[in-house]
């Protein structure tokens, strides 16, 4: 059992009255995590929402039985919070009405269960989003060498809580599970995919374009459906956690790029996955690829996980020059590279260095990892 960087903030939480909300993509450990909390409270209780009779109760706002349900604990953890309709108001009418329970609610679900929380718990909640296991919570727990000598397979394989500490076939299987049906599920339920087969031929699409920027009329013509649907479904992907985008930066030099966008994956077994490809690193030509993905989602997870607010972007111009990363943390900017080998100097782009006033590129390898985290 891997300890999560959210759970010493949750702690903090608990004898506060807010309700805590815990999201993120499925199998990425939120149950694994509320479990590990209640351990060591033991007035607490986990009911999972999609047992017919904890979603009866709740839905029939009855306070006499849900009190009942609640079998006198102070702690109250309501799994897969997202399939009781209405959850929010729910949420709030227990807050509201019997204050001697302290609620956490997980759900799998941005665009499910963030909507139904938004204006029911306005000032009511806190919440704290999960994502696949970090290298420093495997570094945690199994130390930093570990983590160098499996590199090369969590660059194939990812992160996933139930993945990373499997056999190799069976990695492939759970991922095999996890990228068809399983993990796109709360895309699939959304009133308007009327065909599945177009979002997996959208995810495949967005796959193969790792890193590059993508043209969402080009995606519309392949797909053979509109760009406002492209940016619907790319939208809905977005929102359940399968992938992320960066902007392009840029102040409006004449010959930087502007309103593009690169779309990464939150993990590179899912991304393996969806391109149907596990072979590993030394017989690949996509490592760079993969490399980037996984340096940029492990940055993503670094600035959340310690409560630092950043804008990620990438750079480039017209003319060939480009940054992989910039950070921007209170109007500082910081520039990343990332090379799996490095066979001359790199430098920063020197039309960015002076525009920008960076002089420092932070160029990434697997010989100097530690930097990304630090």
């Given at each position: 059992?891997?300890?999560?960087?959210?759970?010493?903030?949750?702690?903090?939480?608990?004898?506060?009255?807010?309700?805590?909300?815990?999201?993120?993509?499925?199998?990425?450990?939120?149950?694994?995590?509320?479990?590990?909390?209640?351990?060591?409270?033991?007035?607490?209780?986990?009911?999972?929402?999609?047992?017919?009779?904890?979603?009866?109760?709740?839905?029939?706002?009855?306070?006499?039985?849900?009190?009942?349900?609640?079998?006198?604990?102070?702690?109250?953890?309501?799994?897969?919070?997202?399939?009781?309709?209405?959850?929010?108001?729910?949420?709030?009418?227990?807050?509201?009405?019997?204050?001697?329970?302290?609620?956490?609610?997980?759900?799998?679900?941005?665009?499910?269960?963030?909507?139904?929380?938004?204006?029911?718990?306005?000032?009511?909640?806190?919440?704290?989003?999960?994502?696949?296991?970090?290298?420093?919570?495997?570094?945690?727990?199994?130390?930093?060498?570990?983590?160098?000598?499996?590199?090369?397979?969590?660059?194939?394989?990812?992160?996933?809580?139930?993945?990373?500490?499997?056999?190799?076939n069976q990695k492939v299987q759970k991922l095999t599970e996890l990228s068809t049906d399983y993990l796109f599920k709360d895309v699939f339920a959304y009133e308007k995919i009327k065909n599945p087969t177009i979002i997996r031929k959208l995810i495949k699409a967005l796959a193969m374009q790792v890193g590059s920027q993508v043209?969402?009329?080009?995606?519309?013509?392949?797909?053979?459906?509109?760009?406002?649907?492209?940016?619907?479904?790319?939208?809905?992907?977005?929102?359940?956690?399968?992938?992320?985008?960066?902007?392009?930066?840029?102040?409006?030099?004449?010959?930087?790029?502007?309103?593009?966008?690169?779309?990464?994956?939150?993990?590179?077994?899912?991304?393996?996955?969806?391109?149907?490809?596990?072979?590993?690193?030394?017989?690949?030509?996509?490592?760079?690829?993969?490399?980037?993905?996984?340096?940029?989602?492990?940055?993503?997870?670094?600035?959340?996980?310690?409560?630092?607010?950043?804008?990620?972007?990438?750079?480039?111009?017209?003319?060939?020059?480009?940054?992989?990363?910039?950070?921007?943390?209170?109007?500082?900017?910081?520039?990343?590279?990332?090379?799996?080998?490095?066979?001359?100097?790199?430098?920063?782009?020197?039309?960015?260095?002076?525009?920008?006033?960076v002089d420092k590129l932070t160029v990434i390898t697997p010989n100097n990892l530690q930097l990304l985290i630090n």
């Open positions: 059992m891997y300890l999560r960087k959210a759970a010493k903030q949750i702690n903090n939480w608990l004898n506060k009255s807010e309700i805590i909300i815990i999201y993120g993509a499925r199998q990425v450990g939120k149950t694994t995590l509320v479990k590990m909390i209640l351990k060591t409270h033991s007035d607490s209780v986990l009911l999972n929402c999609e047992n017919p009779n904890v979603l009866s109760t709740l839905e029939s706002r009855d306070l006499s039985a849900i009190n009942a349900l609640f079998s006198g604990k102070k702690i109250i953890a309501l799994d897969e919070a997202q399939t009781i309709p209405d959850i929010g108001s729910i949420l709030k009418l227990i807050y509201d009405e019997m204050p001697q329970y302290k609620l956490i609610a997980t759900g799998s679900s941005s665009f499910d269960l963030l909507n139904q929380l938004g204006e029911p718990l306005t000032g009511r909640n806190v919440k704290f989003r999960i994502f696949p296991l970090s290298i420093s919570e495997l570094s945690d727990k199994n130390g930093w060498l570990w983590t160098l000598d499996n590199l090369n397979m969590l660059l194939v394989f990812g992160n996933y809580p139930g993945v990373v500490d499997l056999a190799v043209s969402t009329n080009e995606l519309s013509n392949l797909l053979g459906i509109s760009r406002q649907l492209v940016d619907i479904y790319i939208d809905l992907l977005e929102k359940s956690f399968i992938i992320f985008s960066l902007e392009s930066f840029s102040s409006n030099m004449r010959n930087e790029i502007k309103k593009s966008r690169k779309y990464f994956f939150y993990d590179n077994g899912i991304l393996n996955s969806v391109i149907g490809n596990f072979n590993l690193i030394l017989n690949r030509n996509d490592t760079g690829t993969l490399w980037e993905n996984f340096c940029i989602a492990e940055r993503l997870k670094f600035n959340h996980n310690n409560n630092r607010f950043a804008n990620l972007y990438f750079w480039r111009t017209y003319d060939g020059a480009e940054i992989d990363l910039i950070e921007e943390v209170n109007g500082e900017l910081k520039a990343f590279e990332f090379k799996m080998g490095i066979k001359r100097k790199i430098s920063i782009p020197s039309s960015f260095s002076l525009k920008y006033g």
